[in-house]
């Protein structure tokens, strides 16, 4: 007779969603297995040696950025971090400019020599054009700095990232980014930034470091049903196939990442990122040395080419998907066993501060019952 394992929680995935919440509950007392149906820890923040010795991230560039005391203090029982602030440029007109906006963005654009921030706010007010309601991301930035940035710097990324018109996106997508009015040229402005010491996968290695987690990897946890029988389930993967797809498939965005080493150059460009709005099929160019600060010969960098097809990686904010996913989400309102979490449980464009905050809560609600 198969007598299934029991378990007190069992994890669907081990990004930070899956990771954070085991390693409270485990703190907890409670028994915990988490299941990932890749080979590896980290979800999309894993991070590994290329066979050149540099340390890459696997989905794309991964820079944690929080303005909560709290979720920085958890992580960093799990890691030291090498303090880093994110930097990138846009190339626009064959200029390579800082981006978000900033006043040397708009001094080299336009020939301007603004040097106050009065200037750069007179100047937005006289391109912006109002736009009331504001409920697509056009509108967002148009309404902000009107339509010649927007066309520069936004409609054609948009459109590459996307898939679709950036005035058919939700208004939060491109409220991502601010527009400075002075030389600020970090990327991020909240108060704790920084990479990993040894990177996330390390640090993801600690946080799962617990006599009461087992780990398995190359496994769907639909399988692991067969053999486990756990008093609640964490679901981190995408929600409508949990739900077999009953309403349809959700969409999700998804990347083709081009990962490339040059042996001969010491720096491949001169910030961490450099975003291509209107040329090429890619969107951005990331180089890893920048972020990590890794001392070596050769430099290895990351090409991100947007498609319909392949991982599940970020929601698509649009009012029909938004429709879709309440539909999903009634479903899974019901399944008072299982929780759904993470950005694609939950069908949030989240960064990852935000759902570590969110494996918070939901670990000390499991707790609390
Ligand atoms: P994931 O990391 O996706 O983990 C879910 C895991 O569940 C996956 O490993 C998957 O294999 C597994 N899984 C799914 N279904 C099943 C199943 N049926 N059985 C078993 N396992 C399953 N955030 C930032 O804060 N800063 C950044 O700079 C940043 N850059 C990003 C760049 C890119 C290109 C992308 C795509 C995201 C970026 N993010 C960034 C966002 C960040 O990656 C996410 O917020 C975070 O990783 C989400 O964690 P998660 O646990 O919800 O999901
Ligand atoms: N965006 C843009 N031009 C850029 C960078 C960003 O139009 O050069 C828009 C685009 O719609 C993008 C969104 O702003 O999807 C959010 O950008 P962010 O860098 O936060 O995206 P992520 O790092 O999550 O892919």
């Known amino acids: 007779m198969n007598v299934r394992k029991k378990v007190d929680f069992l994890i669907a995935g081990c990004g930070y969603a899956g990771s954070v919440a085991a390693r409270q509950l485990a703190d907890a007392g409670k028994k915990v297995l988490v299941v990932d149906r890749r080979e590896h820890i980290a979800g999309n923040a894993y991070d590994y040696h290329d066979e ?25 029982q799990f890691t030291q971090w090498r303090d880093y602030q994110h930097r990138v440029q846009a190339v626009v007109e064959g200029q390579q400019l800082p981006f978000p906006i900033n006043i040397e963005t708009i001094n080299r654009l336009y020939g ?15 391109v912006r ?34 898939g679709i018109h950036p005035s058919e996106l939700d ?17 991020f402005t909240d108060k704790f ?25 190359g496994e769907s946890f639909k399988d692991t049903l067969n053999s486990v029988n756990p008093e609640h389930i964490i679901y981190t993967g995408s ?42 099929a890619y969107t951005r160019i990331t180089e890893f040395k920048h972020l990590t600060g890794q001392q070596c010969q050769g430099t290895s960098i990351v090409k991100e080419y947007p498609t319909d097809k392949g991982e599940p990686y970020y929601p698509v904010p649009t009012s029909d998907n938004a429709e879709l996913f309440k539909q999903y989400n009634v479903l899974a309102k019901k399944q008072t066993d299982v929780t759904f979490l993470g950005r694609l449980a939950q069908y949030r464009y989240y960064n990852m501060d935000q ?14 019952n």
């Open 355 to 368: 759902v570590v905050g969110a494996a918070l809560k939901a670990a000390s609600r499991l707790l609390e």
């Open 193 to 217: 930034q920084g990479m990993p010491l040894y990177g996330y996968t390390k640090m993801f290695e600690a946080i799962l470091d617990s006599p009461n987690i087992e780990v398995r990897l």
């Open 112 to 126: 301007h020599s603004f040097s106050e921030p009065a200037e750069m706010m007179d100047f937005f007010e006289k």
């Open 52 to 76: 050149n010795g540099v340390l890459v991230h696997k989905y794309g560039p991964h820079i944690f950025h929080t303005n909560s005391q709290r979720i920085f203090e958890f992580l960093s």
């Open 239 to 280: 929600i409508d196939s949990y739900f077999d797809n009953c309403f349809g498939k959700l969409p999700y965005r998804s990347l083709r990442f081009e990962h490339e080493h040059h042996k001969e150059l010491d720096q491949f460009q001169t910030v961490g990122t450099v975003n291509y709005p209107n040329d090429h």
């Open 129 to 162: 054009e109002q736009r009331d309601p504001i409920r697509s991301s056009e509108d967002t930035v148009v309404n902000a700095v009107g339509m010649d940035l927007y066309e520069k710097f936004f409609k054609n990324y948009t459109l590459k990232q996307w």
């Open 171 to 187: 208004a939060s997508v491109a409220s991502r980014i601010p527009y400075r009015t002075d030389d600020e040229d970090r990327y």
